[in-house]
């Protein structure tokens, strides 16, 4: 609005409160708002480029610069709507929603306290109660953190599986300490059952070793008599021969150079028969010798061969008359072990076929030894009626026999399955009825003799 240096009423459109600003008086020259400036455009109907505008002087007059030159516009009096007064207005609701927004947070922030301090915290104690009951610490109680809520039902409930806990626990030690007891007294039973154990085994052994001596010297003590007699005859030649031998001896002194010839020849032909007596009287000792071994002997490199023809030549008597021997013996050099039990095995073996053979023509029995790699096998056959299909499972049961009274002690074939095992070989029976019984021994070159095998039969039935 534009008007000349007099007083100008108020719009009626305008209320009082709207006045920011009029020209003159007291204000001095306050810059006026932008769009103030633009009225005053619209109002002069020109183009006018107007940098700050101010009203000037006391008077309030404003001059502006156009085109340039300067123009006083007069006083003037500038009426504008009171948008501080509107300001106040948009910020009241703004400041009335920030209060809400603040009361709105404070509620908030109060319910966030009230819930950490209901729940949050209760929970965490319970979790952490729950993580010292799962390290087994069960003496302290849960402590309530609630009353009748859903915090304290689960407190009840923690509380009643804690007590349980502590109850299973003492009732586990109690268990525990009477397994303990439990323990320590079978211990105690087992250490005494144990020894006791070892001390009959310790007999049993004893009493092993003693049957196998007893067995062999049984075994001597039936071959005695043929010995006996096997000794006896060449012995015999012996006694015979020395007497004829000194007289031709004392002949051949006074004697002259052709009755020196013919005396000398009877000499030579003496002394051969003495020779014969003689190794043939030691070879019977020396084979007695060997198989009466103890077994206290030291494990020996031997010639399993000749250990086969020492258990002959003591069975020479036993295989006089109508049983034929055929040897097969291969290039199986020497074997290391007990050359007394390995005779003892030989020796029961071949007086079973010869008795399986009694009585019986055209008996025959057959050894043959051959190298198999590491090992050696030795096969002793006969063509004796064979081992009936009841009895073969129980012949290397001790104290088993389908021999009269008197004639056997059952120990033989237990003892030889014992003493093959314990040189860390096997024994197979391959039979037949009418047909006869072969026995094969497998035993390795070298091994290391154990005291006591575990029986292991393997038998083969040809039936």
Same mark, same amino acid.
């Given at each position: 609005? !534009?008007?000349?240096? @007099?007083?100008?009423?108020?719009?009626?459109?305008?209320?009082?409160?709207?006045?920011?600003?009029?020209?003159?008086?007291?204000?001095?020259?306050?810059? *006026?708002?932008?769009?103030?400036?633009?009225?005053?455009?619209?109002?002069?109907?020109?183009?006018?480029?107007?940098?700050?505008?101010?009203?000037?002087?006391?008077?309030?007059?404003?001059?502006?610069?156009?085109?340039? &030159?300067?123009?006083?516009?007069?006083?003037?009096? +500038?009426?504008?709507?009171?948008?501080?007064?509107?300001?106040?207005?948009?910020?009241?609701?703004?400041?009335?929603?920030?209060? %809400?927004?603040?009361?709105? =947070?404070?509620?908030?922030?109060?319910?966030?306290?009230?819930?950490?301090?209901? %729940?949050?915290?209760?929970?965490?104690?319970? /979790?952490?109660?729950?993580?010292?009951?799962?390290?087994?610490?069960?003496?302290?109680?849960?402590?309530?953190?609630?009353?009748?809520?859903?915090?304290?039902?689960?407190?009840?409930?923690?509380? /009643?599986?804690?007590?349980? *806990?502590?109850?299973?626990?003492?009732?586990?030690?109690?268990?525990?300490?009477?397994?303990?007891?439990?323990?320590?007294?079978?211990?105690?039973?087992?250490?005494?059952?144990?020894?006791?154990?070892?001390?009959?085994?310790?007999?049993?052994?004893?009493?092993? &070793?003693?049957?196998?001596?007893?067995?062999?010297?049984?075994?001597?003590?039936?071959?005695?008599?043929?010995?006996?007699?096997?000794?006896?005859?060449?012995?015999?030649?012996?006694? #015979?021969?020395?007497?004829?031998?000194?007289?031709?001896?004392?002949?051949?002194?006074?004697?002259?150079?052709?009755?020196?010839? /013919?005396?000398?020849?009877?000499?030579?032909?003496?002394?051969?028969? +003495?020779?014969?007596?003689?190794?043939?009287?030691?070879?019977?000792?020396?084979? *007695?010798? #060997? !198989?009466?071994?103890?077994?206290?002997?030291?494990?020996?490199? %031997?010639?399993? #061969? @000749?250990?086969?023809?020492?258990?002959?030549?003591?069975?020479?008597?036993?295989?006089?008359?109508?049983?034929?021997?055929?040897? &097969? !013996?291969? /290039?199986?050099?020497?074997?290391?072990?007990?050359?007394?039990?390995? #005779?003892?095995?030989?020796?029961?073996?071949?007086?079973?076929?010869?008795?399986?053979?009694?009585?019986?023509?055209?008996?025959?029995?057959?050894?043959?030894?051959?190298?198999?790699?590491?090992?050696?096998?030795?096969?002793?056959?006969?063509?004796?009626?064979?081992?009936?299909?009841?009895?073969?499972?129980?012949?290397?049961?001790?104290?088993?026999?389908?021999?009269?009274?008197?004639?056997?002690?059952?120990?033989?074939?237990?003892?030889?399955?014992?003493?093959?095992?314990?040189?860390?070989?096997?024994?197979?029976?391959?039979?037949?009825?009418?047909?006869?019984?072969? =026995?094969?021994?497998?035993?390795?070159?070298?091994?290391?003799?154990?005291?006591?095998?575990?029986?292991?039969?393997?038998?083969?039935?040809?039936?």
């Amino acid at each position: 609005y !534009y008007v000349d240096d @007099r007083d100008v009423p108020l719009p009626a459109t305008v209320e009082e409160d709207d006045v920011v600003s009029v020209g003159g008086g007291p204000m001095g020259a306050p810059e *006026l708002p932008w769009y103030v400036l633009g009225e005053i455009r619209r109002g002069q109907g020109m183009r006018i480029e107007l940098g700050p505008a101010y009203l000037a002087g006391e008077s309030g007059r404003l001059v502006v610069s156009w085109r340039g &030159k300067r123009h006083d516009l007069g006083a003037v009096a +500038v009426f504008y709507p009171n948008y501080r007064g509107r300001g106040d207005a948009l910020v009241r609701p703004l400041k009335e929603l920030l209060v %809400f927004f603040v009361v709105l =947070f404070g509620a908030c922030g109060g319910i966030v306290v009230i819930t950490v301090a209901q %729940f949050v915290m209760p929970i965490r104690r319970l /979790e952490q109660r729950a993580d010292a009951m799962a390290r087994g610490e069960l003496v302290d109680p849960v402590i309530s953190g609630g009353d009748g809520d859903e915090i304290g039902r689960l407190t009840f409930a923690l509380e /009643e599986m804690r007590r349980a *806990l502590r109850e299973k626990l003492r009732s586990t030690e109690e268990v525990n300490l009477d397994l303990e007891r439990a323990v320590q007294k079978r211990t105690h039973d087992l250490a005494r059952k144990n020894k006791e154990l070892a001390e009959t085994l310790d007999k049993l052994t004893r009493t092993q &070793k003693q049957l196998v001596r007893s067995e062999k010297m049984a075994s001597i003590g039936q071959l005695v008599a043929g010995i006996a007699h096997e000794i006896n005859n060449p012995v015999n030649a012996i006694v #015979n021969t020395v007497g004829p031998l000194d007289e031709a001896i004392t002949e051949l002194e006074s004697a002259d150079a052709a009755q020196r010839t /013919e005396a000398a020849r009877d000499i030579r032909d003496m002394v051969k028969v +003495v020779q014969r007596g003689a190794q043939r009287t030691k070879a019977i000792v020396g084979a *007695l010798h #060997n !198989y009466s071994r103890t077994d206290d002997e030291k494990v020996v490199d %031997f010639d399993l #061969n @000749r250990s086969l023809d020492d258990s002959l030549e003591l069975l020479r008597h036993v295989l006089k008359g109508n049983v034929t021997v055929e040897k &097969k !013996y291969g /290039e199986v050099g020497k074997i290391r072990g007990h050359a007394g039990q390995v #005779n003892q095995v030989f020796m029961n073996l071949l007086t079973n076929a010869a008795q399986a053979l009694s009585g019986r023509d055209g008996a025959v029995i057959t050894i043959e030894t051959r190298a198999q790699g590491d090992h050696i096998e030795v096969r002793i056959g006969d063509n004796g009626p064979g081992i009936p299909p009841d009895v073969l499972p129980r012949i290397f049961d001790p104290f088993f026999t389908t021999k009269d009274v008197g004639e056997g002690t059952g120990l033989g074939l237990a003892i030889v399955h014992e003493l093959v095992e314990r040189h860390g070989g096997r024994i197979d029976v391959d039979t037949q009825i009418g047909a006869g019984t072969t =026995f094969t021994v497998t035993m390795p070159r070298r091994t290391e003799v154990v005291a006591a095998p575990t029986p292991q039969r393997r038998m083969t039935d040809r039936r």
